[in-house]
């Protein structure tokens, strides 16, 4: 039903910044909470950030606090993650996934991969000098 679209992925130096867009296709965001996770080859893909619904309350994981922030434009139908203080270890494809029964209510990501039904394309962060 949902379909979801990332962009802003690219390559940007240690140190340096990106905002990553996941936007919906048509379907609104309003009542939809959305997680964040990224890839790189022969890895698990990792959950590292969402944000709820009705209060925009969000959660990181632990590589991401401090650094990564998250926000939403219902009306744009679009969330973003903003990226900042970039490490070469955040270089990942970054997916944005979701589903219609789907509440973030915590910094653990566990068994999301394998139980959220609906998934962006992906977009390429790269972190190097």
């Known amino acids: 039903q949902v379909q979801l679209v990332e962009s802003g992925g690219g390559l940007v130096q240690p140190g340096g910044s990106l905002r990553l867009s996941c936007q919906s296709s048509?379907?609104?965001?309003?009542?939809?909470?959305i997680a964040w996770f990224r890839q790189d080859p022969g890895t698990e893909r990792e959950g590292i950030a969402c944000?709820?619904?009705?209060?925009?309350?969000?959660y990181f994981t632990d590589s991401a606090k401090g650094r990564f922030t998250m926000s939403r434009d219902n009306a744009k139908r679009t969330v973003y993650l903003q990226m900042n203080s970039l490490k070469p270890e955040d270089t990942a494809i970054y997916y944005c996934?979701?589903?219609?029964?789907?509440?973030?209510?915590?910094?653990?990501?566990?068994?999301?991969?394998?139980?959220?039904?609906?998934w962006g394309q992906g977009t390429q962060v790269t972190v190097s000098s």
């Open positions: 996934a979701t589903d219609t029964n789907y509440v973030c209510t915590s910094d653990s990501f566990a068994g999301l991969v394998g139980w959220l039904r609906f």
């Open positions: 048509g379907v609104a965001l309003d009542h939809f909470a």
């Open positions: 944000i709820n619904y009705g209060d925009d309350r969000t």
